[in-house]
């Protein structure tokens, strides 16, 4: 199937590992040019430089107010065009509600939820007809998750600014989408699996709960992202995509 991805460019962030590193690596095995993001110089040349010609690394924080008109302005000069961003960021400190301080919820909250808004913002200006907005988000958009307090309460309400986004976006044909990761066998859930004192059987448990009985790959998570930003899914919008192996208990 061809995506239409060819010389398509899309800023991905948070994209030196785990799922933004993913999609990058599928947006550019079929055809895409990225501006990948991340926060430090060395893990940033090192990742597009591993992505090939067809990328290029610009260090940038999502919480930092600057970014987002960086990150369009690389986009354009280095591959001439933009027709998209995926907005991912590291997941926010675990934890339940009486252990996460104050400071960890504002940092959060810049990074995770407000630097995501201007992100879409600055790209949504910048976008014309064709152009996609996609939010990496979690399955906790519709069901909490233990120990995730931070993200459980972040999560859900940029799921309802990326469905906002996509009714205001619609008319000029801009496409909004999220995806939502369930299980997907990153560094990120491997730290949270240890988490636990006995990080092997907390993992055989939590894939006895996934009807497909294992966690995902980052390369699935990686396709379905690349799919839903490419122009073969140009008619979907306004929807959240759960990549979690059907765990998730609703329809």
């Known amino acids: ?15 030196t590992r785990g799922l933004g590193n993913a999609t990058a690596r599928e947006l550019v095995a079929d055809g895409a040019k990225v501006v990948v993001t991340g926060r430090q ?37 280095h591959f001439g065009r933009f027709d998209g961003v995926l907005i991912s960021v590291g ?11 104050d400071e960890q919820w504002q940092a959060a909250f810049e990074s995770v939820f407000l630097g995501a808004v201007r992100l879409a913002r600055t790209a949504a200006a910048e976008l014309g007809e064709g152009g996609v907005i996609g939010f990496v988000l979690s399955g906790s958009v519709y069901e909490p998750i233990a120990g995730l307090t931070i993200s459980n309460g972040l999560r859900p309400g940029l799921a309802g600014f990326a469905k906002s986004l996509a009714d205001e976006l619609g008319p000029r044909g801009i496409r909004v989408v999220g995806v939502l990761p369930g299980r997907i066998g990153t560094d990120r859930m491997r730290q949270l699996d240890g988490l636990s004192p006995d990080p092997e ?51």
Do not use: C, W
């Open 91 to 101: 997941g926010p400190a675990p934890g339940f509600v009486a252990d996460n301080t």
């Open 201 to 251: 059987a907390t993992r055989a448990a939590n894939e006895a709960g996934i009807p497909l009985r294992r966690y995902g790959t980052p390369q699935e998570f990686g396709r379905t992202a690349a799919f839903l930003l490419s122009p073969a899914a140009s008619y979907l919008t306004g929807i959240m995509v759960p990549v979690d192996g059907g765990a998730r208990a609703g329809f």
């Open 41 to 77: 110089q060395k893990t940033v040349d090192e990742a597009a430089a591993e992505l090939g010609p067809n990328a290029v690394g610009v260090v940038a924080d999502n919480a930092d107010p600057d970014s987002a008109a960086s990150l369009v302005a690389a986009a354009r000069e």
């Open 1 to 15: 199937m061809d995506l239409g991805l060819e010389n398509r460019v899309y800023v991905v962030t948070g994209a």
